[in-house]
């Protein structure tokens, strides 16, 4: 289910179906273009993908992505019931799993957990750039 609480902000509750992951990277790609950054897609459907990978997988539904903007920058998050809160591991070489948290670290600006009384908000911050920033300015 999709609900666009406002022109700035828009929630999905995520199923716990295995078209659950794509349907909620299309909800983010789509928010992203209807408030004009299209160019943070790439970057934040994968930190979505990334926390509600983690969700399905270690969380408690119910499981609710929101996203929200003003404009310069993204603030999304990822929330379910699970009493259990996400620690960012060191990448091992042998592990298959452990690596969606650093790759949330490395794409997000900021992100952090926020307990519940009954589970908790795995959130993260991503910034547009500035136009013009990364063209080399004449001297």
């Given amino acids: 289910m999709v609900a666009e609480t406002c022109a700035r902000e828009a929630r999905f509750e995520v199923s716990g179906g ?3 992951i794509g349907a909620a990277r299309r909800f983010a790609g789509r928010a992203l273009a209807r408030w004009g950054l299209a160019e943070l897609t790439d970057d934040v459907t994968l930190i979505v993908s990334e926390l509600v990978t983690n969700s399905l997988a270690y969380g408690k539904g119910p499981i609710t992505l929101t ?3 003003d404009g310069r920058a993204v603030r999304g998050e990822v929330g379910d019931h699970g009493p259990a809160l ?12 452990g690596r969606g ?3 949330v670290n490395a794409y997000a600006d900021d992100w952090g957990v926020e307990p519940w ?4 908000s795995v959130w993260f911050v991503r910034h547009a750039e500035p136009v ?8």
């Fill in 67 to 69: 996203l929200r903007t």
């Fill in 86 to 97: 996400p620690t960012l591991l060191p990448a091992d070489l042998f592990n298959e799993h």
């Fill in 132 to 139: 013009g920033a990364l063209v080399p300015q004449p001297t």
């Fill in 18 to 20: 295995p078209e659950a």
């Fill in 101 to 103: 948290l650093i790759l």
């Fill in 117 to 120: 009384p009954h589970g908790k």
